[in-house]
């Protein structure tokens, strides 16, 4: 038997991250040297960035969901439980069954939980009178339900709430291809369409922020900086947003609408953010490049509950999955940490109907395309990998471990015009 044989990895969160690692782990172990156990409540798993196609009536819901129990790598263990606590000076995750787990090593990949709350009546009204989110299993198909229902003079208004939420720029996405649907039908100079916003900017990336403020101003989407939203009357069809820079901070101004889709503040799930892993924003406190605990050695984090100052992506976790496991092999069969993450991710920007910028990037900003084309155009190439090659490659490639993937050119020069 090996010689680090009865080591047990618990992975909390069977979601991209989690699957991704556990299956990658498989890889470079056999049963006799590990054991990996996955404390995972879902028994459906979705591929979550397919949902602005589901908003827009490009694909079914049914088709971004699969079997959690078939993503499940064989010989990892699944506890189909909520971790409610961690007591890492004890090496222990506590169940909501009320039994502990214990672990020799820790794997923390939750992801984030959508905080509807946060907004007063949002809950009541949510999935009727117009109000939609792309952000949710449950009111996506109302999406596309709502946008076919638009008619001229209608009012549409799309919202982004404070970053960190996970995927950055689909609350834009939506309201693009929410434009050019209207477009189509040849109504979108008689509607009004208005996207607000609580940053200062279209994007964190200044690039790929000129760009889509081209974009917005293409279809005639009125754009609100600093505005965030905080209460819907979904009966009387209004929503009320505070401002929140500028000459008129703190002032709140109320809109009429037809259609409003909402992107809901997020956060770390609660057991995270009380638990002595968390930082002072409440997410698991991590090295950005090792992906290590930064008090607990036997801990790595990815995805978007952890506290990397990246864009929370399903192209980060496949980022950061190979590097959480070069760096449990190092501590496992000894060696040094690889500081292998820097920071990627993309978002393909979807623009049109058939058309995307796929924006790249690492820490800093820094653009990085896998391409060797110019980043800042739309292109009909990328809207066949954002809707073929990426959930192939999640699916079959990403879930199962394989290591592969296209690099990005961390030696792109920025075009200066």
């Not at 974009?215 to 009320?240: C, P, S, W």
């Not at 992107?263 to 924003?281: C, F, G, H, R, Y």
């Not at 940490?337 to 920071?343: A, F, I, Q, T």
Request: charged share 20%.
């Amino acid at each position: 038997m090996a010689e680090n044989s009865g080591k047990h990895i618990v992975i909390v969160g069977g979601g991209a991250a989690g699957i991704s690692v556990a299956s990658d782990l498989m890889r470079h172990f056999n049963q006799s040297e590990i054991t990996i156990t996955i404390i995972e409540p879902s028994e459906k798993h979705y591929y979550q960035p397919a949902f602005t196609l589901v908003g827009a009536g490009v694909c079914t819901l049914g088709k971004t969901r699969r079997e959690e129990q078939g993503l499940i790598p064989r010989g990892v263990k699944w506890i189909k439980e909520h971790a409610i606590g961690f007591d890492p000076d004890n090496n222990t995750v506590k169940l909501v069954s009320g039994n502990s787990l214990p672990y020799d090593y820790l794997v923390v990949c939750p992801g984030l939980e959508l905080n509807w709350e946060k907004i007063a009546g949002v809950k009541e009204t949510l999935g009727k009178n117009g109000v939609c989110s792309n952000y949710s299993k449950d009111y996506v198909e109302y999406t596309w339900e709502c946008l076919q229902q638009l008619a001229p003079d209608a009012k549409a208004l799309f919202t982004q709430p404070p970053l960190p939420f996970k995927c950055p720029g689909a609350p834009q996405k939506i309201a693009y291809l929410a434009a050019d649907h209207l477009r189509k039908k040849g109504i979108l100079e008689q509607c009004s369409l208005s996207f607000l916003t609580h940053g200062a900017a279209m994007f964190a990336v200044p690039l790929f922020a000129k760009e889509l403020a081209k974009v917005a101003e293409r279809y005639g989407i009125h754009v609100y900086f600093q505005h965030n939203l905080i209460a819907v009357d979904g009966e009387n069809k209004k929503a009320t947003f505070e401002i929140v820079g500028g000459d008129r901070q703190g002032d709140k101004i109320t809109m009429d609408f037809d259609m409003l889709h909402i992107t809901p503040p997020q956060s770390p799930p609660a057991a995270v953010k009380s638990s002595p892993l968390a930082n002072e924003a409440g997410y698991v406190d991590l090295n950005q490049n090792t992906l290590q605990h930064t008090k607990y050695t036997n801990v790595f984090g990815l995805g978007d509950a952890g506290s990397t100052p990246n864009s929370k992506t399903a192209a980060a976790v496949r980022k950061q999955a190979p590097v959480v496991v070069k760096n449990l092999l190092a501590l496992i069969k000894g060696g040094s940490l690889d500081e292998g993450y820097d920071g990627y991710a993309s978002c393909p920007l979807t623009t049109a109907y058939g058309k995307v910028i796929m924006a790249e990037f690492i820490y800093g900003g820094k653009v990085t395309p896998t391409f060797p084309l110019d980043p800042r155009k739309e292109r009909s190439s990328y809207w066949w990998i954002k809707t073929t090659g990426l959930p192939m490659m999640y699916w079959n490639y990403m879930l199962k471990g394989y290591e592969w993937f296209f690099d990005h050119n961390t030696d792109y020069v920025e075009p200066t015009s």
